[in-house]
């Protein structure tokens, strides 16, 4: 990509940034379309517009963001989605900071270009031709970022703009509370200020070959404030040594607090009051096989009350729920199809005729062959049939289809954190028990899978993943090596004549691999959340968990690893076959070439990305098509606007992989720090935008995707110091050695912050549950609330579940 491909990709997504965002403000201000943007509100009974103001003004919801706090994001969007904000940051300080990194940074520009001639570090500038274009075109780039993130702070606000650097002090020392976003700020205000002088000062490209470019020699100007432009052996190599050290510091020191901050979140929402039926249940899995003359609710009730007699209150055995589940959905489907002929035929009386006309169907193949029937009344008989049928199945579910799977319920949440974190029998195979997730996420058909089978599908899912992202590594290389310009043409002739338009060419060169790549990664998550839940995982959270971690190892080892050694093995096959000696130092020489492409990939993501995400384009078509045209029903509306959670995991993963490429490139390429934090800052604040007001939490479970995301931190860190010791062998830096150490810290603060935190994550701590409940719970309710739905009935009682249920003991309940 050359330097105008680059200012065109950034600039015009820029530009439709600003145009989404206009867009955002004058759609979401229509009566109409409230039920789009303002869902999560509507939902929990607010107004649309409430704790903020409907005015003209399109940075307004920026002011409303800004000022809401933690405790908002718990209140109406869960612990999880304030987790995630701890992941990428708290408080209006980030851009501030944000805004101090771009304006030392220009700052320091607008002195080299003014004075012509420094000293720096006992170097001297030579005031060139070259040096007052290079530093011109950095000046420039400059002032765009700071201009950028100016305007997103008054646009915010604050009404700190005149006191912004007097308190700069405080803010930076503030900024020991920030996660990613911090470590981003804190490491650019050291690296960009003096990586930055220390490799343009040098004269590495210019005197060698291009091998040393972070642009493929088509974009010089980021070439010289690289560390490719430093002399291999340099002194100045010593700079950005220790700015690795400075990294990786930084993110232990932010990590620890980050920790230590989610932790308290999560024992807060322990404690709280307020009754969870979650907190009175253990998932029993394992039961052992049953005596002779012995049902499996009468063993789990005889062995837990046995354990604890004076808190046991009832056991809800797992049943095999397939037949019964089937004839329930279709039962539903009869429901929703009566309630839509019904909507038709009222809809039909309006225009005049005082009857109306009643909807048919035909019975036969798809509805397009067979008997034509009266709808309403062909559904009426259909649920007139499924009834009785659905409670025989039920009866026969109860009683013969149990599985060795049960939830047992205490009458004290004490009893109950105790129990899911004993160990009660000495097999491990047996009688093993969790902590209950949400009865609205428990993967039912995995309940039943034995303990051995779920070591061996978690081993075979391992390897299936494994070979996926092997051979992903094979389009992802095709994509990253043939979605240019002179490839396509070679393949294609026929498009000569179209990408040969100038503008047209411009744009292509732009975006073509970014949105090919974007577009082959669409593909994948919904794969290995499949897999994820073939290995037996019992909750929907923790499987979105595994699904997380399995699709960033994928991102990072074949987005960013195989597009950079792709391009690598491309650029220098040639040179390979020449000196097979010579691979490693070739590879490490040609890895910064991707920098441009990868800072491109991340302008793209946070600009057009963010600015979709804002504005609801595309849901907002998609429900008024549904609203004109297919939806009759309150039921059908609902359905076409419901926006669903924040899929954490798509985000996360994609949250890190850019984390990933910009503590890799921060060293080699400091210019990329400035979009890394703009990435950050905007998911900040637009995420934060559609937790308070758009997303619907679909689980809650307390913070428990934090230590997933610490250890994926942790290892895009040791990642990024890998690649810098190697970087500097490539080098030929004496003291590259230097940088072992830094892989062995992080591996021991990860060990360190696991032994210290992660089982607090795991278990409920007892000090946590035997905090006071404002009332005494409802036990039916809560045990009630983990009756599968095709199980519930309006005729339901103990007698129709005696085999499956246990009786009610005779305790009271507590705390």
């Known amino acids: 990509m050359d330097f105008t491909s680059f200012l065109t990709s950034l600039a015009t997504s820029f530009v439709i940034f600003l145009v989404l965002m206009l867009l955002f403000t004058w759609l979401s201000r229509k009566p109409g379309n409230t039920v789009v943007y303002y869902p999560n509100r509507i939902l929990k009974g607010m107004e649309p517009w409430e704790g903020g103001s409907r005015t003209r003004n399109p940075c307004a919801w920026i002011r409303e963001v800004m000022s809401s706090t933690e405790r908002d994001i718990i209140n109406l969007s869960g612990l999880d989605t304030a987790v995630y904000f701890v992941f990428l940051s708290t408080e209006e300080h980030m851009a501030i900071s944000a805004l101090f990194v771009t304006k ?18 006992g170097y001297t500038i030579i005031p060139s031709r070259h040096c007052r274009q290079w530093l011109a075109f950095a000046l420039n780039l400059s002032k765009f970022c700071s201009f950028a993130m100016a305007k997103s702070l008054s646009m915010c606000n604050l009404n700190k703009s005149l006191h912004i650097w ?21 490491s650019g205000i050291i690296l960009l200020p003096v990586l930055l002088p220390v490799a343009a000062t040098d004269d590495n490209i210019k005197s060698s070959s291009s091998k040393n470019s972070t642009s493929k020699g088509t974009f010089n100007h980021f070439d010289k404030l690289s560390i490719g432009n ?64 012995q049902t499996i609710k009468e063993q789990v009730d005889s062995y837990f009350k046995y354990i604890y007699p004076e808190t046991f209150y009832r056991s809800l055995v797992v049943t095999d729920n397939k037949e019964v589940n089937k004839i329930y959905e279709e039962l539903e489907g009869y429901k929703k199809k009566l309630a839509r002929a ?93 902590e209950a997730p949400e009865s609205r996420e428990l993967l039912w058909n995995n309940l039943k899978i034995k303990f051995f089978q779920r070591q061996l599908r978690q081993y075979m899912v391992y390897i299936i993943v494994a070979l996926t992202i092997l051979f992903y590594m094979i389009p992802i290389g095709v994509i990253s090596a043939f979605t240019t310009l002179d490839n396509l043409k070679k393949l294609l002739p026929f498009i000569k004549p179209v990408v040969n338009i100038g503008s047209l060419k411009t744009v292509l060169e732009a975006y073509l691999p970014q949105l090919a790549l974007l577009l082959f990664l669409a593909l994948l998550p919904k794969l290995l959340l499949f897999l994820s839940k073939v290995e037996g995982i019992p909750s929907q959270s923790h499987a979105v968990r595994a699904a997380s971690g399995k699709y960033f190892y994928f991102t990072v080892l074949n987005v960013f690893i195989g597009v950079t050694l792709s391009g690598t093995l491309f650029s220098t096959l040639k040179s390979i076959q020449k ?53 009759k029903t309150e039921a059908e509306l609902k359905a076409a606007w419901f926006p669903g959670d924040l899929s954490y995991g798509t985000r996360v993963p994609n949250d890190l992989l850019t984390l990933t490429i910009v503590f890799c490139y921060s060293c080699i390429s400091p210019l990329i720090i400035p979009f890394g934090v703009l990435y950050f800052a905007l998911g900040w604040l637009i995420l934060r935008n559609q937790a308070l007001k758009v997303y619907v939490p679909s689980y809650e479970s ?22 810098m010791f190697g970087y500097f062998l490539s080098k030929e830096f004496f003291y590259a050695p230097v940088l072992i150490l830094l892989p062995i810290f992080s591996l021991i603060f990860a060990f360190i912050c696991q032994k210290k ?29 983990y009756i599968p739905r095709c199980l519930s009935s309006e005729k339901l009682d103990d007698d129709q579940f005696d085999d499956a249920l246990s009786h009610v003991s005779k305790t009271g309940s507590s705390v």
């Open 104 to 121: 030392v940074f220009m700052g320091f520009l607008e002195c080299k270009l003014m004075m012509g001639m420094q000293y720096f570090h």
């Open 230 to 293: 430093v002399t291999a052996r340099s002194p100045r190599l010593w700079a950005f040594l220790l700015a690795t050290y400075w990294v990786s510091f930084v993110t232990y020191y932010l990590l620890w607090k980050a920790y230590n901050h989610v932790s308290a979140l999560r024992a807060d929402a322990l404690m709280s009051p307020e009754v969870r039926p979650e907190q009175f249940a253990i998932l029993v899995r394992d039961v052992p096989a049953v005596h002779k003359g």
């Open 342 to 434: 019904e909507a038709i035929h009222a809809e039909s009386k309006k225009g005049g005729n005082g009857e109306g006309t009643r909807p048919t169907l035909k019975i036969g193949c798809l509805g397009l062959i067979g008997k034509k029937v009266d709808s309403i009344e062909y559904f009426n008989e259909k649920i007139k049939e499924l009834i009785p049928k659905l409670e025989a199945e039920q009866k026969v579910t109860l009683r013969e289809k149990q599985q060795r799977t049960a939830l047992v319920f205490f009458s004290s949440r004490v009893a109950a954190a105790s129990a899911a974190q004993s160990l009660h029998a000495q097999m491990v195979d047996k009688w093993t028990v969790t």
């Open 579 to 631: 000196n097979t000696s010579g691979i490693f130092k070739l590879l490490a020489d040609s890895l910064p070439g991707n920098a441009t492409f990868f800072l491109t990939f991340v302008a793209l993501k946070f600009f057009i990305g963010y600015g979709l995400e804002l504005s609801r384009i595309v849901p907002l078509i998609i429900y008024h098509v549904k609203r004109k045209y297919l939806c």
């Open 757 to 785: 935190f992660y089982r607090s994550f795991c278990d409920t701590a007892l000090e946590v549950a035997c905090n006071e409940l404002k009332e005494t719970p409802n036990m039916e309710y809560i045990f009630r609330s």
């Open 702 to 723: 307390y913070g428990r995707m934090w230590p997933h995301m610490f250890k994926r931190v942790v290892a895009a860190l040791i990642l990024y110091q890998i690649l």
């Open 166 to 186: 007097a308190a700069i002090d405080t803010k930076v020392a503030q900024a020991s509370r920030l996660k990613v976003l911090g470590i981003l700020v804190l």
